[in-house]
């Protein structure tokens, strides 16, 4: 089983920025399409991006596309999430996940390990 923990979440101001990391154990994370997800409370857990295995493909939701990156580095075993331009709206807790297959998906269903979460807050 790998073990994902996400880190740099915080308080950020609107417009401003925050890159997120997700660090995972495990020999099957290079294998593994990643995704971050992020929940606010009373709503569902919602898709923000997908990478595959290698890095050379991703998808992202509508409401990020253009201000949101995700990239991995597989020596180092880590996903991150680089997000310019927050909004207020943005603010959730965000969750890296991986899924063993080599399809990317926006289904939260589709991903098997999960990490603990970070909160991300943008307020003035």
């Known amino acids: 089983q790998v073990q994902l923990v996400e880190s740099g979440g915080g308080l950020v101001q609107p417009g401003g920025s925050l890159r997120l990391s997700c660090a995972a154990s495990g020999r099957t994370f290079s294998d593994s399409v990643a995704g971050w997800f992020r929940q606010v409370p009373g709503k569902e857990r919602e898709f923000v991006a997908t990478?595959?295995?290698?890095?050379?493909?991703?998808l992202y939701a509508d409401s990020v596309k253009g201000r949101f990156t995700i990239s991995r580095d597989n020596t180092k075993n880590t996903v991150y999430l680089r997000m310019n331009s927050l909004k207020p709206e943005d603010t959730a807790l965000y969750y890296c996940?991986?899924?063993?297959?080599?399809?990317?998906?926006?289904?939260?269903?589709?991903?098997?390990?999960w990490g603990q979460g970070t909160q991300v807050t943008v307020s003035s």
């Open positions: 996940a991986i899924r063993r297959a080599l399809s990317l998906s926006r289904r939260p269903n589709d991903y098997g390990d």
């Open positions: 990478i595959s295995s290698t890095g050379s493909a991703t």
